[in-house]
């Protein structure tokens, strides 16, 4: 973590400096001010985690600059050092929120012992505002107001954020390919842990986008002059990759889409929806690898075979989920395709997206083949879907049903489509199509509804107040419930409860 000193004594800074630089933590050395101004401006530039500070300096005291530092850096932890021990100096500082009051001279233990606990605070706030910056990403993504915060408005837009979403591909039975999603999230989720502290102005955030991908994004707070901020999100990148390659495996393939870095969620929003017809690509290119923004946008303009890759992948998805329609209507689709296909596709490619059919269609195709040749086997995996929907009866109905029993006995919990997959046994892509097949609406937006209806409910009641509404339906923050509340019904829920709660 950084750490900067502001005194106005030199041997005092000399002293504090040397004993940092012998403790085994490894503490970063941000800076060092003379004064509360200087300390101000210092505070902009190296963004520090900790500071140790004087309260008698020139210019503008130490208890002053804390008070300017409040509201804009609210990570920074302060540690005041003084020659005072005066009560209300120290009153003064707590009520200011510092981590330590410490008198001069100040032993190396007591010093050690203030930044061990000033850290494990910057740790707290940063792991909670990770929290909430990844359900404001979910929400966001989903189609529903985020809940707002610190993570909210000038973060959301400023932020200099990159991402990466995961594309599964598997022949294994639905059970085992379920085993293997559950595995990769919590991969990927332990790479993130362990540096959710490193540095306070940066955000991660792992979440399900609403087809059923695994996303994760990181972000860096604006003004990240000294590029540390990128250096870490590259690394961190590179973290999620290994932990995917470590999921990989025969019949499982997982294949990672980078997006480029940009300013603002909105712009990464803009970007994954220009990136995911490409991520279709990946039946020509190959599974198992990472590919870029750039990349797919390239190897488009040159052959342009987005739409035929689209088509492989709707017949492949189609397949999985048992869609008859669907899938004869794809077939249907790449046989128009087949009489000029054979002349614009590379043989490496053609090789690859036989290879990706044999595979997820369980149909043997030879890539020197002309694609005509493919047709009548492609056909026969459609008859034998409505072979295997006569055999099995409305199992899909029945996944659903259990999806909805378990939502509404549930629904006050913080619960998601990933663990009621991981409760049913099947893969959260599969119940995600599933579900919305059946209900005609998404996982997160049918549990709001039910929510806000259930919060409907509530209120009518005359001895249960807004708070007590919100908590019961599974809202612990009342200004993101009534911002749920005012989009369903039209009415703040204060003004519900006087119209409807007696």
Request: aromatic share 8%; with cysteine; hydrophobic share 40%.
């Amino acid at each position: 973590m950084r750490v900067m000193i502001a005194d106005d004594e030199v041997l005092v800074r000399i002293s504090l400096r040397s004993m940092i630089e012998e403790m085994e933590a490894g503490w970063e050395l941000a800076g060092e001010a003379t004064n509360g101004v200087e300390l101000l401006e210092q505070l902009r530039s190296h963004k520090p985690d900790i500071v140790l500070v004087d309260i008698r300096m020139p210019l503008m005291n130490g208890l002053d600059a804390i008070r300017g530092c409040a509201g804009l850096y609210p990570h920074t932890q302060f540690i005041v050092i003084s020659g005072y021990s005066d009560f209300a100096y120290a009153q003064e500082a707590l009520k200011l929120g510092t981590a330590d009051y410490l008198l001069k001279p100040v032993s190396p233990e007591d010093l050690e012992a203030a930044m061990v606990k000033a850290g494990q605070r910057v740790k707290e706030h940063t792991g909670w505002l990770n929290c909430q910056f990844e359900a404001d990403l979910f929400s966001l993504f989903h189609g529903i107001s985020p809940q707002g915060g610190e993570s909210d408005g000038d973060y959301l837009s400023s932020a200099c954020c990159q991402g990466v979403v995961w594309y599964t591909d598997s022949r294994l039975p639905e059970e085992r390919k379920a085993e293997k999603q559950h595995e990769l999230h919590r991969a990927i989720r332990q790479k993130m842990d362990p540096c959710s502290g490193e540095r306070a102005r940066t955000r991660k955030a792992l979440f399900i986008l609403p087809e059923g991908e695994l996303a994760f994004v990181v972000a860096c707070g604006a003004g990240d002059q000294d590029g540390q901020g990128t250096v870490e999100a590259t690394r961190l990148l590179r973290r999620m990759e290994e932990a995917a390659d470590a999921v990989r495996c025969e019949g499982f393939a997982v294949t990672a889409f980078v997006m480029e870095p940009c300013t603002g969620i909105a712009a990464l929003q803009k970007q994954w929806g220009d990136l995911r017809p490409l991520a279709a690509l990946r039946s020509l290119l190959g599974v198992n690898r990472a590919y870029t923004f750039g990349d797919l946008h390239a190897f488009e303009q040159r052959y342009r075979l987005g739409p035929a890759a689209q088509l492989v992948e709707q017949a492949c998805r189609s397949y999985r989920n048992k869609d008859y329609m669907l899938y004869m209507k794809a077939v249907g689709a790449l046989e128009k395709e087949a009489s000029t296909l054979d002349s614009r596709i590379q043989p490496v490619h053609k090789k690859q997206v036989s290879e990706f059919l044999s595979q997820l269609l369980e149909a043997a195709l030879d890539g020197q083949e002309p694609v005509q040749v493919w047709l009548p086997k492609l056909y026969a995996r459609g008859e034998q879907i409505l072979a295997e929907q006569n055999g099995s009866g409305d199992q899909a109905g029945r996944l659903v049903k259990s999806a909805l029993t378990f939502i509404e006995q549930n629904y006050a919990q913080d619960i998601s489509i990933l663990q009621i997959a991981k409760e049913l046994r099947v893969t959260h892509n599969y119940l995600s199509t599933l579900f919305h097949k059946k209900t005609g609406t998404t996982f997160v937006k049918y549990l709001t509804r039910l929510r806000m209806m259930k919060a409907k409910e509530l209120l009518a009641m005359p001895d249960i107040q807004v708070q007590q509404a919100a908590e019961q339906v599974g809202y612990y923050s009342t200004r993101h419930f009534t911002r749920l509340f005012t989009e369903f019904t039209g009415c703040y829920p204060s003004e519900y409860k006087k119209r409807f709660g007696g």
